[in-house]
């Protein structure tokens, strides 16, 4: 059976990236060359489904970032070919949340990392995320995209556990409660 699991940061009060998406304040902890668990978390990873708004805020990055395959749900970019250097390592496609995780489940995939803000909000409602990994920095925006947005029902979470880092990021992980 497939599974969804999220790997992100926030904002201490909340926010994945600026208004205009900038995440300028995140990359420098990134820089940090502390080890937040990434490479772990993705080393039992099979695919990445993100949104049109990650992707765009990702796809310049030289080199590429991300050594799994990416799938990219975007009603826009779905009419679009994807950029040749990223041919082999990014697809496109307008599929539900549902739909996409089938097609990964039928092409093999088993563990699925979902980024994104709205991508991860539309995983969960649907019930399609076993875990979260949250990881807060020191600082307040004020504003900007949220990580969390409106539910139409409770989703309610069991804490795994939380471990500081150094340079005063906070890790939690999280499992949805059945």
């Known amino acids: 059976m497939i599974t969804g699991h999220v790997f992100i940061a926030t904002s201490l009060d909340g926010f994945i990236a600026r208004d205009d998406g900038g995440i300028e304040w995140l990359l420098k902890y990134d820089a940090s060359g502390e080890d937040h668990g990434y490479n772990d978390f993705i080393r039992d990873i099979d695919a990445i489904i993100m949104g049109r708004g990650t992707f765009e805020t990702v796809r310049d990055m030289k080199p590429w970032f991300y050594t799994r395959p990416v ?22 496609t307008r599929k539900s949340p549902q739909q996409a995780m089938a097609m990964l489940e039928a092409e093999g995939c088993r563990r699925v990392y979902v980024d994104g803000g709205r991508v991860i909000q539309s995983f969960l409602e649907e019930g399609l ?6 990881t807060r920095v020191p600082i307040l925006l004020g504003s900007g995209r949220p990580l969390f947005g409106p ?26 409660a059945l």
């Open 129 to 134: 995320i076993s875990d979260l990994v949250i």
């Open 151 to 176: 539910v139409s029902r409770d989703i309610n979470l069991r804490h795994v556990g939380t471990r500081p880092f150094p340079s005063g990021l906070v890790q939690s992980t999280y499992a949805i």
């Open 71 to 92: 799938l990219v749900l975007s009603t826009t970019l779905a009419e679009q070919p994807v950029p040749s250097e990223l041919a082999g390592k990014v697809r496109f």
